[in-house]
């Protein structure tokens, strides 16, 4: 009997500076996560909102912590509130996941004020997702775009571009023919990945003074517009 009103009963509450004590440091310790997500981001779409949501989450997931404390109550029916919520909003990338599990796990360390594991974790984490990025392995592709343009079906500009793709290109690979215009113009998509950051300009120059291409434009991976 003793046992189950320990556990139902009120925990030790919390003074001012316990509680801000552990704001400031799932804040910082997040920060730091989350700087190290945009800074091995790769993909289209970059979302401010993703990265401000990790924040919040952690800042959320520590006053839960903090609530619930060691009251067995509380956990309950924090638990039976946070099942009427439904979370509809969908991931595209795995990685994205993981980085948003660290971050709610840094706010939980904080909350049951656990610092040495929190920071300890938070850095730890974050040190490996830079050597990821950085790592031979990891594959990463710098300058990688998508170049389209328009051509005739019975183009001689191919051999043309051949060339240019030599001078100014790593490599491309054709991804995607299809008919545009009812057949009078055939749309190739190639997987481009320039030599150098300022490929790009001399590319899109050389491909535009051929006669009969028509609608040239090159999407850099490393973009920040939302998809």
Request: charged fraction near 15%; glycine fraction near 6%; charge should be neutral.
């Amino acid at each position: 009997m003793e046992s189950l009103q320990t556990l139902l009963g009120p925990h030790r509450l919390l003074n001012l500076t316990e509680v801000i004590i552990a704001f400031s440091a799932v804040f910082v310790l997040t920060s730091v996560v989350t700087t190290v997500y945009r800074m091995t981001h790769q993909g289209f779409s970059y979302s401010k909102i993703f990265v401000q949501a990790m924040i919040l989450g952690s800042i959320t997931s520590c006053l839960m912590i903090m609530v619930i404390g060691n009251n067995l109550a509380r956990g309950l029916g924090i638990l039976g509130a946070l099942a009427i919520i439904r979370f509809r909003t969908p991931v595209r990338d795995p990685r994205d996941m993981v980085f948003l599990f660290c971050s709610l796990a840094v706010g939980i360390g904080c909350g049951a004020r656990v610092f040495a594991v929190a920071t300890t974790g938070a850095l730890f984490f974050s040190a490996v997702a830079l050597y990821l990025h950085w790592a031979p392995f990891s594959a990463k592709s710098e300058f990688e775009g998508l170049l389209r343009f328009l051509l005739p079906p019975n183009s001689k500009s191919h051999d043309k571009l051949r060339a240019i793709f030599e001078t100014h290109l790593k490599s491309a690979t054709l991804i995607a023919v299809r008919e545009a215009t009812q057949g009078d113009l055939l749309e190739y998509s190639y997987q481009a990945c320039l030599l150098h950051a300022d490929s790009q300009q001399f590319l899109m120059e050389e491909i535009r003074k051929l006669p009969d291409i028509e609608e040239p434009n090159l999407l850099m991976q490393r973009s920040t517009v939302e998809i």
